[in-house]
């Protein structure tokens, strides 16, 4: 799905794209995000194209699960690792948020500000040396951010793994330092996966 930006009442909010991945192109889109939008985008294939289909990513949702094992029954679906990160990252200013509110000391509470949150959203390896720098401070400053950051780095240990065996293996110890940490956020985020864990598993 896409956020349509137009004129309040002129085109539709959302649109939905099926994109061939392979080339990175848009094949076809429809009007709104729900089953029906996905249903519209599916059929503008042939039949014999949607019996073919070997896997499809998708968003977290419902609606379009549905539609894929409606239309493409044989198709593995697959939970797209660009919207289960952009989720885990909300997770993770909803932390930084609560740690801004605990916070006593000035240094802390300016590192934690919001004009700051790219410390912890991006990955340590990106930041400039300047980023590095801020991220040890606040590391030393603050456990819970060595925890947090324990916590991405295991979830994006179990993206980055190529044997899925291995990689059901990250997943118990994500799922363990969540539950180790009980840090709110992330005890959310954990709970709202669990019915996407078979979909994340075929990733």
């Known amino acids: 799905e896409i956020h349509w930006r137009t004129k309040k009442g002129k085109h539709p909010k959302f ?19 729900d089953q029906e939008s996905a249903r519209n985008c599916l059929l503008w294939l042939s039949k014999e194209q949607r019996e073919e289909m070997k896997s499809i990513a998708v968003d977290l949702h419902d609606s379009y699960i549905a539609a894929v094992k409606q239309e493409c029954k044989k198709a593995l679906i697959v939970l797209d690792r660009f919207h289960v990160m952009k989720l885990f990252n909300e997770s993770m200013n909803e932390f930084r948020k609560d740690q801004l509110k605990l916070a006593t ?22 930041l400039s040396k300047t980023g590095k720098i801020l991220l040890e401070e606040l590391k030393g400053l603050n456990e819970r951010v060595l925890e947090a950051l324990l916590i991405k780095e295991q979830l994006v240990a179990f993206f980055d793994e190529q044997d899925s065996k291995e990689a059901k293996k990250q997943w118990i110890k994500f799922h363990e330092l969540v539950v180790q940490a009980d840090i709110k956020a992330f005890n959310s985020f954990l709970i709202r996966m669990q019915k996407w864990i078979p979909y994340l598993f075929n990733y």
């Open 15 to 33: 649109i939905t794209n099926l994109v061939d991945l392979t080339h990175r192109k848009v094949v076809t889109n429809a009007p709104g995000r």
């Open 105 to 126: 000391d000035s240094d802390e509470i300016q590192l934690l500000k919001g004009r700051n949150k790219w410390i912890l959203l991006s990955r340590p390896e990106n």
